[in-house]
C-alpha cells in the first residue's frame, strides 16, 4: 500500500497541471482490477486527466470522467511511442502510463514533460527515462 501514498503525492503536488493516465492494453493477462482502481483514483483525485487506451497504436483518448471501460487486447503487442508522442502534442505536464515495461521504445526518444511509469508486476524492467513505481 505504500504506492498509495506516494502516487497520492505525487498527484497532489500536480493539481492545476495536464495530466494523462495511459494504459497498456496489449494484454488481458493483467491485473484488472488493481488497474482499474488506479483509473478509479485518478478519476476521484484529478477529474481533468485524459484517459488513454493504447497499444500499438491509440484506441482511445477521453476524459477519465467518461466511465468507459478499459479494453484489452490479447496480441501481446505495445509500443509506447505513439502514446507518448500525442502527449506532447496535447501539452500534457505529466503522464502516468500504466505498463509492464515490456513493450517498444525507441533508444533515443526524450519527452519534455515528467513520466511515472507504474508497473503492476513483481518485476520492474529499467524504464529508459521518467520515474518507475512499482503498483502491486
Known amino acids: 500500500m505504500k504506492w498509495h501514498k506516494n502516487l497520492l503525492k ?7 497541471k495536464k495530466l494523462a493516465l495511459i494504459v497498456d492494453t496489449s494484454t ?20 481533468d486527466t485524459v484517459l488513454v487506451q493504447a497499444d500499438f497504436k491509440i484506441r482511445s483518448t477521453e476524459p477519465i470522467t467518461a466511465g468507459t471501460e478499459i479494453k484489452y487486447h490479447t496480441h ?11 502527449a506532447e502534442e496535447e501539452k500534457i505536464e505529466t503522464v ?14 526524450q519527452v519534455p514533460y515528467e513520466v511515472y511509469w507504474l508497473v503492476p508486476t513483481e518485476f520492474v524492467p529499467k524504464a529508459p527515462f521518467g520515474k518507475v513505481m512499482k503498483v502491486v
Open 96 to 109: 502516468f502510463y500504466i505498463t509492464d515495461l515490456t513493450g517498444f521504445l525507441p533508444e533515443e526518444m
Open 76 to 86: 501481446g503487442k505495445a509500443s509506447y511511442t505513439l502514446a507518448l508522442e500525442w
Open 28 to 47: 488481458n493477462e493483467t491485473k484488472v482490477d488493481l488497474i482499474a482502481n488506479i483509473v478509479t483514483f485518478f478519476k476521484e483525485l484529478t477529474p
Open 10 to 16: 505525487i498527484i497532489q503536488d500536480r493539481q492545476g
